[in-house]
């Protein structure tokens, strides 16, 4: 099927990633497998999974399967945290290449800061050898605060192309999407539904009838005009399409007000407190 045009965002790193992909965690290997192939049949260019996701191998599988180029689709997993140190980390990518079927990465990302861990910096460097090397196209980070950014950006002389971070209606994070755009960072956007929880949101329910189009749509339509990347996830093939289908339509700006004001808070863990190894 010919697919819809989703805009790109141009990476620092000289690259671009498409403004909506698609999102695997949470998923067992052999639903990856089914939900990607399905995702990559609606139109979906971009591919998001991790080490810890334990899909790397289905997801590989259903990307080679697809008769797509490699190069037609941008490839994002994720080094998770035991796996950190310089040395480890040029271990886990080979890895994770190995697991995916591919011999390099168009976005690979350190998951999580760790701070107890302290060796995000070590990992990072690790990065940059990855990147030269191209095994990597481009270089970010997950979960990061503004204090790691800094860090990062002021220890290595490197800036991440990306950080990944918990954002949905109920946290839109102001500050750190603030410092992204100083630097030059682009904002990825994971649980951007909210676990569920913005689809039953009022504000959210009446921004969408105003469009007549679902909930999931208008929030989806929130992030992409605030310049968010977003990866929704979903194994339902209705849902993969639905999700897809949001280019049809633009938010007010008043609507893009009210969905910004939704009183919430952080679902997933708080990174400066996430220590697991």
């Not at 209606?169 to 102001?174: A, K, R």
């Not at 039953?200 to 969408?208: C, G, L, N, R, S």
């Not at 968010?228 to 209705?238: D, E, G, H, R, Y």
């Amino acid at each position: 099927m010919t697919a819809p045009s989703v805009p790109s965002v141009p990476l620092h790193s000289g690259t671009a990633i498409p403004a909506l992909g698609f999102g695997v965690w949470q998923v067992p290997d052999a639903d990856a497998h089914r939900a990607v192939a399905e995702a990559l049949r609606v139109g979906y260019r971009s591919i998001d999974t991790a080490a810890v996701y334990q899909n790397e191998p289905g997801t590989g599988r259903a990307i080679a399967e697809s008769g797509l180029p490699r190069e037609q689709i941008f490839l994002t997993t994720k080094l998770w945290n035991s796996d950190q140190g310089f040395d480890e980390t040029l271990r886990a990518v080979d890895a994770s290449l190995d697991r995916l079927g591919t011999d390099y990465l168009d976005l690979y990302l350190i998951h999580w800061p760790v701070p107890e861990y302290d060796r995000y910096i070590d990992t990072f460097k690790a990065f940059e050898r990855i990147r030269d090397e191209g095994r990597a196209r481009a270089i970010g980070v997950s979960n990061f605060r503004v204090e790691d950014l800094r860090r990062v950006i002021d220890e290595t002389g490197t800036v991440p192309a990306v950080n990944q971070i918990e954002l949905h209606p109920g946290l839109p994070q102001d500050e750190l999407r603030a410092f992204h755009a100083e630097h030059g960072i682009v904002t990825e956007a994971w649980s951007p539904l909210g676990q569920g929880q913005s689809l039953t949101d009022p504000v959210i329910a009446e921004v969408a009838a105003e469009h007549g189009v679902t909930p999931a749509q208008a929030v989806l339509r929130w992030h992409l005009q605030l310049g968010n990347v977003v990866i929704p996830k979903s194994v339902t093939p209705a849902r993969i399409a639905e999700n897809f289908d949001v280019f049809g339509f633009e938010l007010t700006g008043e609507q893009m007000r009210r969905i910004s004001a939704i009183d919430g808070g952080r679902i997933g863990p708080d990174p400066a407190e996430f220590n697991l190894r």
